[in-house]
């Protein structure tokens, strides 16, 4: 086995696995993620403070633009210019798109508002869950239940690993099916010291981005015969 140790794995880990792989050369990246750096744990907390903030369009974006939603990104592209431009915020955006048929025409606004319909439709679903929960135990029920059963969560995080695999990241592949389980371990956690307590979606939100921050995947290396790449600290 060969072990490449630096102080600087950010910087010079983004080269070395190029560089031994064009020689034919296996690496392997022994470092550990945080849990929130993942697409699907922003998705999964930006839901979430998207029905607490009312509809702040910063969150709608981060949430949507992560593609778990699978919402074509030219549609993400102008529904966000026309949100922009007619400054649609808050509860506008449960209600219909009418501004703007002199420029974008009767097609284009429709096409805009279908978009629009799409992307609320899943937000929509977790605000009756949000405000039809007196507990924390009753919203990270329906929560687990929005994020598993509706959206298929755990679903895409097996796929997405699995892709990445085929791709011959079997690093990142590694990193993201441990993604579904940091989540649900940090929802279990919660649950364990909040559950009867009033809920509070302010405090859900910073408890879990907490939680998130602090769980730190980190791999064995799959099998032998690899470069492994990595800090003295690991």
């Not at 992307?119 to 929960?133: C, D, Q, R, W």
């Amino acid at each position: 086995d060969i072990a490449v140790i630096t102080n600087n794995q950010e910087v010079i880990g983004k080269s070395l696995p190029r560089i031994f792989q064009e020689y034919g050369l296996e690496v392997f990246e022994d470092k550990k993620i945080r849990a929130a750096e993942s697409p699907f744990a922003e998705f999964a907390l930006s839901m979430v403070q998207t029905v607490r903030t009312g509809y702040s369009v910063e969150a709608i974006f981060r949430a949507l633009k992560t593609d778990i939603l699978e919402i074509p990104k030219a549609d993400i592209e102008m529904l966000e210019i026309y949100a922009e431009e007619y400054h649609i915020k808050g509860k506008m955006w449960l209600r219909s798109f009418e501004k703007g048929l002199s420029k974008y025409g009767a097609d284009e606004l429709a096409k805009l508002e279908e978009i629009r319909k799409s992307a609320m439709e899943p937000f929509l679903v977790l605000e009756e869950i949000y405000k039809g929960s007196e507990t924390y135990e009753e919203f990270i029920r329906g929560y687990y239940r929005f994020l598993n059963d509706y959206i298929g969560l755990a679903e895409k995080v097996r796929n997405e690993s699995q892709r990445q695999r085929n791709g011959g990241q079997e690093h990142r592949a590694l990193v993201t099916l441990q993604i579904w389980s940091a989540l649900i371990n940090s929802l279990d956690q919660m649950m364990l010291i909040m559950g009867e307590k009033k809920f509070s979606g302010a405090v859900f939100c910073r408890l879990l981005e907490r939680a998130l921050i602090s769980e730190e995947i980190a791999i064995i290396p799959p099998s032998e015969n690899k470069i492994v790449v990595g800090t003295m600290q690991r």
